[in-house]
């Protein structure tokens, strides 16, 4: 019977901290977009662009321990202080595709908090 308890009593737990909503925004450069999330949503942001580099200059930020871009650090710093509750909790993940056709670089920045 415990056993039993203990279950469901940890699968509430786990529904609970895995049933946050999520608000996503498709281009994080359009102001427009800031703070239509909701409180306590998870926010991610992308970042779309193409560069016919792959090695690009990054800055870090120890403030917010993150490091981005630099092109694109007021943007990227912008997006999260609008639209960020918990800060500490911002993360950056970054997907480079080469296109071997036109030789360029597709970069995909998404910021999530």
């Known amino acids: 019977m415990n056993r039993y308890f203990y279950l469901i009593f940890f699968s509430l737990i786990v529904v609970d901290v895995l049933s946050k909503e999520n608000c996503s925004m498709n281009k994080i450069l359009i102001n427009d977009q800031f703070s239509i999330c909701k409180s ?49 909790n911002s993360k950056i993940k970054e997907i480079i595709n080469h296109d071997s056709l036109t030789s360029s670089y597709n970069f995909i920045i998404i910021v999530s908090c």
């Open 40 to 88: 306590k949503e998870i926010t991610t942001g992308y970042l779309k662009f193409k560069s016919n580099e792959s090695n690009l200059e990054y800055k870090t930020n120890s403030k917010y321990n993150l490091k981005y871009l630099r092109a694109y650090e007021n943007q990227i710093l912008e997006f999260i202080e609008i639209n960020c509750q918990n800060i500490s």
